[in-house]
Nanobody, 115 residues
Framework: QVQLVESGGDFVRTGGSLRLTCAASGSISNIDTVNWYRQPPGQQRELVAQITDGGMTYYSGSVNGRFTIARVTANNTVSLQMNSLKPEDTAVYYC?????????WGRGTQVTVSS
């Protein structure tokens, strides 16, 4: 069973940058897509970015051009580089994969952006 652990969340000023990392306990080489979601305070969880095993990426409109997702299969990690952060990026960020139709989530990492 793959387990996911997110790290890198922090408090940052508007316009700053953070790099989140999702570390998988098992191999992600045979996992098709790895996703980053976020859940702002009082709101539903939303898809932020995803990357396939072939390197294809998707970004939500609110982060496109500011966030970059990358996958390093050799060490079973997926990163999310976040630049030009805005207060509306404040959320708990979660890593997610689906294996045999079963979603697997990490515990999340808190990102707080304030001026």
């Amino acid at each position: 069973q793959v387990q996911l652990v997110e790290s890198g969340g922090d408090f940052v000023r508007t316009g700053g940058s953070l790099r989140l990392t999702c570390a998988a306990s098992g191999s992600i080489s045979n996992i098709d897509t790895v996703n980053w979601y976020r859940q702002p305070p009082g709101q539903q969880r939303e898809l932020v970015a995803q990357i396939t095993d072939g390197g294809m990426t998707y970004y939500s409109g609110s982060v496109n051009g500011r966030f970059t997702i990358a996958r390093v299969t050799a060490n079973n990690t997926v990163s999310l580089q976040m630049n030009s952060l805005k207060p509306e990026d404040t959320a708990v960020y979660y890593c997610n994969v689906v294996i045999d139709y079963i979603p697997i989530w990490g515990r999340g990492t808190q990102v707080t952006v304030s001026s």
